[in-house]
């Protein structure tokens, strides 16, 4: 499985951006994906989760009710939509899969909140 991010950027607080994480090779089996970020000096933390078998989703308590993550199986992308950003949440947002014992990350893409 390999996996791109994409949809970053640079916006003003309040604004909205979509991310996009596009996945290929083996992605029937993909049991799970995810979204996380990292912000500089800081761990890489969880943002949001969904499973592949109900699309189950789980986020951070500092996401709830502003992002929502999804994914269309037709097109095999998982996206994360962010809106009423906050300085925050500024940080590189990473995507994963998990496909058994393999987890698998994608490259990053930078988002940046300014107040």
């Known amino acids: 499985v390999q996996l791109v991010e994409s949809g970053g950027g640079l916006v003003q607080a309040g604004a909205s951006l979509r991310l996009s994480c596009a996945a290929s090779?083996?992605?029937?089996?993909?049991?799970?994906m995810g979204w996380y970020r990292q912000a500089p000096g800081k761990q890489r933390e969880l943002v949001a989760h969904i499973t592949n078998g109900d699309s189950s989703t789980l986020y951070a308590n500092s996401v709830k009710g502003r992002f929502t993550i999804s994914r269309d199986n037709a097109k095999n992308t998982m996206y994360l939509q962010m809106n009423n950003l906050e300085p925050d949440d500024t940080a590189v947002y990473y995507c994963?899969?998990?496909?058994?014992?393999?987890?698998?990350w994608g490259q990053g893409t930078q988002v940046t909140v300014s107040s």
């Open positions: 994963n899969a998990v496909a058994g014992l393999t987890v698998v």
């Open positions: 090779g083996s992605t029937f089996s993909i049991d799970a």
